[in-house]
């Protein structure tokens, strides 16, 4: 497979959540994901313990059963919202963040594959796994490959989405595939697609004035 044509960079600020131009009829070969997955398996992991664990969905009937859940999940979140309403309502470009999430909730069941990366040592436990140290190491030891893939997935005209709003019913899908709950924490739910083209830009971020400090909490000094 060629890769796209496309700098360190470009690669790193344009890789969007795909949602809406995803290629729900296009099938994606195994062997595809396997390259992307071996790629992101080089992120850095806490020891180098390699404790992670990541479970391919790509069974049309299973995928089905994932939707749900999915579906589920996203009722759930949207029922805890008090009288102000969804938390990003008023961020720029809400409108279209909207309905591009209520494309893919739509179309769940139609996803080619699907990545679920998992983590062992549950932080929501109220144990000592719940320290801070331990919060920061368990989520620092995954959530790198997983941009990591990705990153592979967009070289190689693919794309995906971080996705949490499963995570309302994640003991569901744990039964469901037959994760061992109590040992292993899911880190959200990654379509895998084909996109409807690969030209994708740079999106709105808060300018770095706003948001990063020098030397200290306060944005008032600027890099020069
Ligand atoms: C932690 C996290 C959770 C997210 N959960 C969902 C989700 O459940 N469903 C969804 O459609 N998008 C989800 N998103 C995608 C965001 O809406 C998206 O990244 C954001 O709108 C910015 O778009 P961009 O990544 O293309 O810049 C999530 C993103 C992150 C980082």
Known sequence: MSLLDLSPDEVLTTTRAVRKRLDFDRPVERKTIADCLRIALQAPNGGNMNSWRWIVIDDPGLMGQVADLYRGGMDDYIATFGEEGYPGAGVEGADRIETSTMHLRENFHRLPALLLPLIPGRTDAGNTQSHIFYQASQWG???????????????????????????????????????????????GLFPIAYTLGTDFKPAHREPIEQVVGWNGFGTAATAG
């Open 141 to 187: 030891s995954v959530i790198q490959a997983v941009w990591s893939f990705m990153l592979a997935l967009r070289t190689r005209g693919l794309g995906s989405a971080w996705t949490t709003a499963h995570l309302w019913r994640e003991r569901e899908l744990a039964e469901l595939l037959g994760i061992p709950f109590d040992i292993y924490m899911q880190v």
